[in-house]
């Protein structure tokens, strides 16, 4: 009974049974069966192939006939091969990627892009995403996009981060979408982790940490900004690109004079004029900042101003074509256009003289417009426009002289007056109050009221504005209103 037991006496059995059935065979006549062995071996392999792993074989004939027909751009026998590929399981999303592929070379472009939407967003394919971003959103512009294009773009690129999270690339697509998205507190860490490669990234983040209040961490990324491209121009002290890289990162920290002085020493290092004149124009508007963080400060001084009047004259030196310096020496010599001051007049005349013609006949048509000369002024403010015709303030003043002269061209001034505030992306509230008082005196008083209200936001305009307005509301019948008007009026002028 324990021999029945034991695995090693199980063992001796079967290899008796086998060497037994081994002899028995009649192995002279076995010849006689050979094609019936073959037969049985032949079914089994075919069995195999057919049962277990047989279709492997058939799916990489279909992957090489697909190949051959894509390079040879046999696109419509590619898609029956894929369809074929599909039909028997291969649903992966690499096929469907390709197959999407396929049907857009085919120019069923739609068909391709409603694939590649469900592939990315069931899927989570980045492949499909970056696809769809390449052909619907690439090269395009923010304001361009719709609600629900913006929505998109925006969950493809937050695929993309996530599955590409070293493409710079995409870091960049991301970091622009976030931006324009306004999006700034989630874009800087993506600026800063593109500071490493493009150090101009690390000053755009730090502007947009100002922008949302964070003035520690924006001044703390400017300075390592400043510390790279300080690095990167000491290896290269003839690159006009460093230059004036490291001048606008310090004009970003308030450090104006030392960007001033970058500036003036790389001038003499520059090799070519072009390089020369790139670091003129960048000393213009460096000196324009310095000015304007002047004024920004309270309480301006006649010395300041004094002093303003003599930064632009260097100003102008650098760069007398400078569409900022230019407009900026226009805004100081009429500011100052009243001092009776030897010295302020000396330099305002010599800043007339300095400048582009275009500029002097401002200057001196808006003077005389302040003067209530409106003749003169339309003559200099005309040539001033043929000098700078896209001007928005010479247009706005020239469009005033007119509707203030005694035979004056309402219909003319008028059409000065909505060109000038179609030349500029914000139009002040000086350029609506030239529009409203034209249209007030071509009695077109309902159309004059939104111009009109527009101007209450500068103070200098809101007296006659209110009284402009009163007369509007007394026109149309709106009795109460015209009194409240004409009350905010009195009450300005008698305050001032």
Known sequence: MIAYLNPIQWMRWFWQFVYFWGISIPWKSVSAGIPAILLCAGLVTLSLFAFTDGGSWRRNLIKGQLADSILTEDFETADLLFRRQVKMGDSSAETMFTYAENLDRQGKTDEAIALMRQLASTRRNDAAARWLVQEL?????????????????????????????????????????????????????????????????????????????????????????????????????????????????????????????????????????????????????????????????????PTEQLRILKMLQVALQYAPNNPRVLTLVANQVL??????????????????????????????GTAWLMKGNAESAQRHLTLASQHLPNSGAILNNLAVALSQREDSNLEQALQLSEQAIATVDRPSPYFYETRGQILYLMERYLDAIPDLERALAAEPLAANAHKTLASCYAKIDEPELSKDHQAAADRLKSEH
């Open 335 to 364: 500011r100052t256009i009243e001092s009776d001051e030897d010295e302020v007049i000396t330099i305002r005349n010599a800043l007339v003289k300095g400048s582009s013609p275009g500029i002097a006949h401002f200057v001196r």
């Open 137 to 301: 959103y690439q090269g395009t512009t923010w304001s361009e996009l719709d609600n629900d294009q913006r929505k998109e773009f925006g969950e493809l690129l937050t695929l993309l981060s996530q599955q590409r999270p070293d493409d710079l690339g995409v870091k960049q697509l991301y970091a622009n979408y976030l931006i324009a998205a306004e999006r700034y507190s989630s874009a800087i860490p993506y600026l800063v982790q593109l500071a490493e490669y493009q150090p101009g990234r690390g000053l755009q983040a730090a502007a947009l940490a100002r922008r949302i209040g964070e003035n520690e961490m924006a001044d703390r990324l400017a300075t390592t900004t400043l510390d790279k491209f300080t690095q990167l121009f000491e290896e290269e002290p003839a690159n006009p690109g460093l230059a004036i890289a490291v001048s606008q990162t310090r004009v970003f920290l308030d450090q104006h004079d030392e960007a001033v002085r970058t500036l003036a020493d790389s001038i003499e290092r520059m090799k070519t004029p072009e390089h020369r004149r790139a670091l003129h124009q960048a000393m213009g508007d460096t000196i324009v900042a310095w000015i304007n963080k002047i004024e920004s400060q309270p309480n301006e001084t």
